[in-house]
């Protein structure tokens, strides 16, 4: 695997990991803030530079001076140029063509060629909450307003990514295609066609990992048996692509800009719940139009298929149950708003989404994340196994 500064791999057994193996400087990070953010002499004295997050593939710092707050985000080199490119035009495309309130990227380094040895983008700081640390405290009609303005966010996003004059498409920098050994594999990656091309390309990329841990010497036999039974699925599955799609060759299939990772983290509320910010663009891609027509992650949690009875549990603040109740709450009422995000989708998505009676796949509906599919093969309908290897090559 190629390394770079700050950039080593561990060994497991579905590949090699990335980790960090530097830190970047945080006095170099100070100095890029400075020269591109023009602080006078004064405010320089009073910036200071924090770790505010760090994940596998990124580490966010916050920089905080007496002007304003910003943040550079530090990126993994795991797809060197291609994910800072991707990541900044992707906001250029929404902050020119869209009211979608994302960060206002003030300048970047797509390659490793600087002080800092690595790649970077420096961006203001949408003022606001973090959607988890204020969602109890909102009202439930804050709630519904939240899940709506989440809803119409998204949608935007898609309709303006399904303009052909606005977006040039390169090569998809997606994690799935990237990630393992994935960066090398002689899979097509750029400018799909169609829903099969692209669910082509992932069952390629699923056959090669189960490939890979069939040879390596660290799979115990119950990794080998159930690896063995998945690449026969892979390979079925791959035969069978054309009777799941069904492809018009006269016209290319619409594809949507699908931001994969609204959690509760990555949006940003005033005090009163109103959405200012969708962070986190980072492997953002534009995907087939079904794939974004899902349930965000901070309304993907377990289904409550009756109202919530308060009787059920401890409802006195003081006690040291009450707790339990809070949690219940919670989750009930990110459950509930689960159907005005699919009602709001829907809405918005109408003058794009085209299905036809003749397709053999639908919009999801209820429960979340699932793609429901009419197989047209009897003998494909019983077969679980089957629908989670093609669920998990389209997730």
């Known amino acids: 695997m190629s390394s770079y500064h700050g ?4 060994d497991k057994l579905m590949g090699p990991q990335p980790i960090w193996t530097a830190d970047p400087s945080v006095e ?5 803030a400075h020269r591109h953010l023009m602080l006078s002499l004064d405010d320089i004295a009073h910036t200071t530079v924090k770790l505010q997050v760090q994940g596998a593939f990124i580490k966010l ?3 905080e001076c007496p002007r304003a707050s910003y943040f550079m985000r530090i990126s993994s080199p795991v797809h060197l140029c291609f994910k800072i490119l991707s990541e900044v035009a992707t906001i250029a495309l929404l902050r020119s063509h869209t009211s979608v309130p994302v960060p206002h990227i003030l300048a970047s380094g797509s390659t490793s060629d600087n002080e800092l040895k690595i790649e970077w983008i420096l961006m203001d700081r949408i003022p606001g909450i973090r959607l988890g640390d204020i969602w109890p405290s909102l009202t439930w009609d804050a709630q519904v307003s939240c899940v709506k303005e989440v809803a119409n966010s998204e949608c935007t996003g898609q309709q303006v ?3 052909s004059n606005l977006v040039v498409l390169d090569r998809i920098v997606s994690m799935g295609f ?7 594999s002689d899979v097509h990656r750029s400018s799909f066609a169609s829903s099969q091309d692209w669910s082509n390309a992932r069952s390629q990329l699923m056959e090669e990992d189960g490939t890979r841990i069939l040879k390596s010497q660290d ?3 119950g990794d080998i048996v159930d690896r063995k039974e998945k690449q026969q699925q892979v390979k079925r599955l791959r035969k069978q692509l054309p009777s799941f799609f069904l492809s018009n060759p006269d016209n290319r299939e619409h594809f949507a800009l699908h931001h994969h990772d609204i959690h509760e983290h990555n949006l940003i509320l005033n005090s009163k719940g109103k959405l200012q910010g969708l962070v986190d663009w980072e492997c953002v891609s534009v995907m087939p139009l079904w794939k974004p027509c899902q349930i965000p992650k901070f309304l993907d949690r377990a289904e409550w298929t009756e109202k919530l009875n308060p009787k059920s549990y401890c409802t006195d603040p003081n006690d040291s149950d009450y707790e339990f109740y809070e949690e219940a709450l919670n989750e009930f009422e990110f459950d509930a708003g689960r159907s005005t995000s699919h009602g709001g989708m829907a809405r918005c998505l109408k003058s794009t989404l085209r299905l036809n009676s003749g397709s053999r796949y639908v919009a999801p509906v209820p429960p979340p994340r699932r793609l429901f599919f009419g197989f047209g093969q009897p003998d494909l309908t019983p077969n679980p196994e089957l ?3 093609l669920l998990s090559c389209l997730g």
């Open 7 to 10: 950039l080593g791999w561990e």
């Open 28 to 32: 170099i990070i100070a100095e890029i």
């Open 61 to 63: 710092y916050a920089i």
């Open 161 to 163: 990514a399904a303009k």
């Open 178 to 184: 990237y990630c393992i050994k994935h960066i090398k």
């Open 219 to 221: 799979a115990d036999e």
């Open 387 to 389: 629908s989670d290897t």
